[in-house]
């Protein structure tokens, strides 16, 4: 039941972001962010809309579910923009991607989807992160790994394994992307200044 729920919600978050937001006050917003939730349930030749996109990136992980509502109650206006760490969320959340979906891939002879079923030392090696990042207060990662690591100890998903809690496609994708166009800017704007001067 949880992943039909998860479905609508990664719908209504999904769009609401990607939506521009029409310069609409906050009670605006909110009531485009459940109109957009109430359009997840329309159904459409047997299917609701959320099962129609979950048929194409299937159940989101639960760092993507809490980095699109951390999202979402920014542009509410709910959360002050976190002042430091988001890079850190992008780098880290790439740099698992790329450990495994590669290797899943058959790019390498490792298999870190394997270890995902039996995952005490992935567990021990998430922890140590995760108290390192709320040392350096890289907050919204470390409540990204911390609800990842909940939902997989109380299992509400219909997966066993600990990395379809911790990332999916769409989330180190997007973090890579982020992070090219990141270092792309510095140069842009470096160009920039050299030709203004």
């Known amino acids: 039941m949880i992943n039909l729920w998860q479905a609508h919600a990664s719908f209504a978050m ?17 009531a485009l962010l459940l109109a957009l939730l109430a359009a997840s349930f329309i159904p459409l030749g ?14 989101l992980a639960i760092t993507s579910m809490v980095f699109m509502a951390w999202g979402c109650l920014r ?10 760490g988001q890079t850190s969320v992008l780098i880290l959340f790439a740099a698992l991607a ?7 891939l058959g790019l390498s002879d490792l298999d870190p989807y394997r270890r ?10 998430v922890a140590l992160m995760t108290l390192g990042l709320f040392y350096l207060r890289h907050y919204l990662a470390v409540v990204m790994l911390t609800c990842a690591t909940l939902a997989f100890l109380v299992g509400i998903k219909p997966s066993h394994n600990y990395w379809d809690y911790l990332v999916d496609p769409l989330l180190g ?22 030709r203004g001067a």
């Open 46 to 59: 047997g299917l609701s809309l959320a099962a129609y996109l979950r048929s194409h990136i299937d159940d």
């Open 75 to 84: 542009r509410l206006g709910l959360l002050p923009p976190e002042r430091q």
């Open 98 to 104: 790329l450990v495994l979906y590669p290797a899943t």
């Open 116 to 125: 995902g079923y039996s995952p005490r030392p992935l567990l021990l090696f």
């Open 14 to 30: 999904i769009l609401f972001l990607l939506l521009p937001s029409f310069g609409l006050g906050r009670t605006w917003r909110i």
């Open 173 to 194: 994708l997007y973090c890579c992307v982020a992070l090219l166009m990141l270092a792309a800017r510095r140069p842009y704007r470096r160009l920039i200044t050299l």
